[in-house]
DNA sequence: TGTACAAGAATTTTCGAAATTTTGCGAGAA
DNA sequence: TTCTCGCAAAATTTCGAAAATTCTTGTACA
């Protein structure tokens, strides 16, 4: 699922699911054909292939007949979604530290340095995450548990940690990051996971997960029932 | 993704999918669109929106412009697999042990029934297993963790058996079953379950799916690189 | 005998329009 | 005013063929 983008809808399903997890398309928001086709340029076939695949990946919903829109978010969804990442990325973890060579420290290393090295807002738009910070910490997450042999348990891991990635970017924007010291926080896994203290750095990891999440269920920001808005994507 | 065939794609991929489970489509058989349009009887956009779809549900491999095949096996996968059912499956048992109801334990009481009272092998060919069996076995484990109540670790459950699905079918073939008293193995998991005793159903569930693989892995019935057989489909 | 190249065949990918379904709006009746 | 019915508009779904790519086969050459 790296650079398979050889096909015109592989290009729209990269596309698209950039887009939906940096916030340019918003949860809940209607994806119709025709604006969709002349955003990307192709065909509604390709369009739908990947509007489809998405819908696997629970990123995008489909009712039959009615269209694809952008998965919705919701407070039942974010905490179900925060329990199930804590239980299994916290099982990935230990095999990670079980397993991983020292090649894998070490890009541990290396990856916790880049994130920390990394301006964490957007030099624009100081309310936005920047770009370059959400692909370092994304990367961040994904290496700690590289170190498991098992890649079905990895593949999971990164699928819940993409359907997280649509609630993560709200929390930017609620003064989140204001209460804790998140640099801190991935330091202090890193060096647990590459001191290969298993207990610690789920402990940890766990934390750091359900934090963002408590803040953001906190702030009220996410109502309880489906968020239905369509709001225009912006350019 | 229950009855939602009310598409023609959704009704392709359900009968897609449940030809692939039921082992009537093989393991790393081709799926060319001439064919399948013709087997089913719809046009190839619609073929290859199902296939897509399976694709993502790791049922289906796609190579861009090579085409579909069903998922090849492997000793390998087989064997990450089951680990990754193992504890994840465990995990979930445990949540379903203590959040489910009265009404839950009330309908594990009534699978564990079903499939003990349902033949298991076919009576027209006995090395094969029964639809009927199959189709209780799938619904038993489905239950036994339906008290759940985070949705998403169910269904990233279902999607792991389903994958198993694909070597089970294989299991009933080299006399596995005569090594093993299978519905003792399901009464003392349902047993376990309703007691509330999470430890011994977690360690009994593990044994359970474990064993089969383990049967699997020892009949050397799956070659340790990828299986890429063309058998014809039989009708 | 083996290798490289090229034309043809087979298959996948893509498109754009037709068919089907849902949605929106307004007239008419209670 | 409110509700229902029905037609028109908009959107989704489906089809079948054209375009693009890969695979196969056969031939020429070393």
Redesign the interface.
């Known amino acids: 699922m790296t650079q398979?983008a050889?096909?015109r809808?592989?290009q729209v399903y990269l596309s698209l699911r950039a887009d939906i997890l940096a916030g340019r398309l918003h949860p809940g928001e209607k994806l119709p054909f025709a604006t969709l086709s002349e955003r990307y340029g192709f065909s509604v076939?390709v369009i739908?292939?990947a509007l489809?695949?998405l819908?696997?990946?629970s990123l995008v919903e489909n009712l039959?007949?009615q269209g694809f829109r952008v998965a919705s978010v919701s407070r039942e969804t974010l905490i179900?979604?925060t329990?199930?990442r804590c239980?299994?990325e916290s099982?990935t973890l230990r095999h990670s530290i079980a397993e991983g060579d020292v090649n894998w420290k070490s890009a541990v290393v290396a990856a916790l340095f880049k994130l920390n090295n990394t301006q964490q807002m957007d030099s624009e738009d100081p309310s936005l995450l920047s770009e370059d910070w959400v692909e370092a910490h994304s990367a961040f997450h994904a290496v700690i548990l590289a170190g498991c042999a098992?890649?079905?348990?990895t593949d999971?891991c990164g699928q819940?940690r993409d359907s997280a990635e649509l609630y993560r970017r709200w929390s930017a924007r609620i003064g989140e990051q204001a209460k804790r010291d998140i640099p801190a926080e991935h330091t202090a896994i890193a060096n647990a996971v590459t001191a290969g203290d298993a207990d610690l750095a789920t402990r940890l990891l766990s934390e750091h997960i359900s934090l963002t999440s408590d803040l953001l269920l906190e702030s009220g920001f996410i109502g309880s029932t489906d968020e239905r808005e369509n709001a225009q994507a912006t350019a």
């Open positions: 398979l050889k096909t809808h592989g076939g739908r292939e489809s695949r819908v696997e990946q039959p007949q179900h979604l329990q199930a239980e299994i099982l098992n890649p079905r348990l999971i819940l």
